[in-house]
């Protein structure tokens, strides 16, 4: 066990419910991170407070960025969530989304004097966003230590990504083994103001067939 | 001449009003970036605003971050900005800032596809800032490559700081050369509403040596 300090992206779905009970499991004081930034789905930041209380975090915030602003994606435009399966990068992606997030993330961990973040992203079932592949988290990893204060006095900041290479399935039944409840977590694209799956959108086939793989009971509320 | 379109990073300073001209001279279709983070130089937002109205660009954009939130800076917490000359990292430094900016202005750039980042850093003023410096920004770019739809593709985004190397007197002649205006612009740490400078932190004090230096009157309201 350790008294190390992370900070956790927690986006109130699944995957990053999941990171923070793994990073609660490996001894970590952790520090809950969320971004307001203009999402449709605007319930998953009351699932990701609620997420944060029960699994148990040293702090939690919610940093305002308007990312609307700069356009380019069906989750903060008037671009419509597909509910068909589509191949290449889907319009479901936010141009440099992760980016963004684990910046700002790098920033609290300077000011926490944390040498860890940990990130849910996954390169099985995302492999459509760049952002969500390892080649991709080791440069950023490398461009982090170049850009703080602590980085460069030597204290090395590691980007753990530990679902990068599971399945939805494995992920499910790794969160269970560790107390998660699903039934916090919302993954839709477009859940309804009572938290709501669709059911339709891709987030919610990916989740819906994890839990069907994993053979446990989906807790998911549909519409 | 090309019709290639380039973000550009603007703070209202003399540093981005020159690369912004710079830009220009080059060709470019420029899209101004600045952000409202907290700071409480609030009036260099404005002094921005008047700078790309003056300079000339196809778009300007604020984004909205509240890096107070995460603390840790003179510049935007209750820190009292210093007066006297200092060593090391300097507590104005704002953590993971230029990261933060430069990955929205990413992300914007991926939806103008655009290539051309234009950031006004500068090693031999701000060698204090580990986010000012050579392999920073190239380690930025690298990671920048990897991160967006757009990069993967083959598009390769550069990052330009045609500041890098220059001292401040070389920047004032190069803008003054160009135009620039630098009465519309604000270096002041704690300009006051009126976008007077205090003529005492570090800022006014780099600015005012490099107009003597570059023999050239200084425009710059003081207080």
Request: glycine letters at 8%; a neutral charge; one cysteine or more.
């Amino acid at each position: 066990m350790t008294e190390q300090r992370a900070v956790i992206l927690l986006s109130g779905g699944l995957d990053s419910a999941t990171v923070l009970a793994m990073a609660r499991a490996q001894g970590y004081r952790c520090y809950a991170l969320s971004f307001d930034y203009g999402q449709r789905h605007r319930t998953e930041l009351q699932a990701a407070q609620k997420i944060a209380d029960r699994i148990g975090v040293d702090q939690y915030k919610t940093v305002r960025i308007d990312l609307r602003n700069i356009g380019g994606s069906a989750l903060t435009s008037d671009i419509a969530v597909p509910e068909q399966e589509s191949t290449g990068i889907p319009i479901t992606y936010v141009p440099a989304r992760n980016t963004v997030f684990m910046s700002i993330a790098l920033g609290w961990a300077e000011v926490l004097e944390a040498d860890a973040i940990f990130v849910g992203v996954n390169a099985v079932d995302y492999s459509g966003y760049p952002d969500c592949r390892p080649d991709y988290i080791h440069a950023f990893e490398a461009m982090a230590n170049l850009a703080t204060k602590r980085g460069v006095e030597g204290h090395k900041l590691k980007i753990h990504t530990p679902l990068m290479q599971l399945t939805k399935a494995q992920i499910i039944k790794e969160g269970t083994a560790l107390g998660v409840d699903y039934a916090l977590t919302i993954s839709c694209y477009q859940a309804n103001d009572f938290g709501q799956a669709c059911g339709r959108c891709d987030s919610c086939r990916l989740r819906r067939q994890g839990f069907i793989e994993a053979g446990l009971s989906d807790p998911t509320l549909y519409q």
